[in-house]
């Protein structure tokens, strides 16, 4: 699938974004599979994903989990992950290179709200 030109030319019409700091990026109708992780770090967890009728990779801050099952509603932990998500679409939005993996918008998780950011899915793992 090719990026767009710019992460937010095609994600502006439909379904708004309520974080305004990824406003720029939102994606609408990603669908999240979290039953499949492709990959499970300390700090996030990669799970597949659908946009446009494409395969997604979907990565979904670890605190997800807690915010989504009502264990944690700490808004500081919210700004913590909003600004993390912000500054990393920011930062893979500005990159062009075939080698790095292509970031095609934010999304909203549906359980926790937070910010989550939709990349190009892979075929293989980089570690296989």
Known sequence: MQQDSSAGDAMSTGPTCSIPE??????AGVHLQE????????TFTLVAGRWRA??????VA??????????LDDAATRT????????EAAFL?????DNIVHLYG????????????????LQESVEQ
């Open 22 to 27: 990824v406003a720029r990026w939102f994606t």
């Open 80 to 87: 913590r992950v909003v600004k993390a998500v912000a500054s």
């Open 93 to 97: 939005s500005s990159l062009r290179h």
């Open 35 to 42: 039953q499949d992780v492709l990959d499970r770090r300390a």
């Open 62 to 71: 670890a605190e997800n989990a807690d915010l989504s099952s009502g264990r």
């Open 54 to 59: 494409e395969a997604v990779a979907v990565k």
């Open 106 to 121: 934010v999304t909203q998780h549906p359980g926790s709200g937070l910010p989550c950011l939709v990349l190009e899915r």
